[in-house]
């Protein structure tokens, strides 16, 4: 299975976001989203996964969990 980590990483190669761009559209630190890219933390918690998704346009039952489509719109 897919780590949330690599759900992240390729939500923002697709909307070609940095990790800096994310944290601040997040409202959060740019360690806090780093971690997570390392693995060093294993996701974010539930609110910061919508805010993620809402910030990559991406589904956030897929980035949460890995089930369903990437893409809202797709």
Known sequence: MIEYSERLKAAMD????SVSQLASGMGVSYQAVKRVLDGLSK???????ARAAAHLQVNPD?????????????
């Open 62 to 74: 897929w980035l949460a969990t890995g089930e369903g489509l990437m893409r809202v719109d797709a």
């Open 43 to 49: 996701a974010f918690s539930a609110a910061n996964n």
């Open 14 to 17: 697709a909307r070609a976001v």
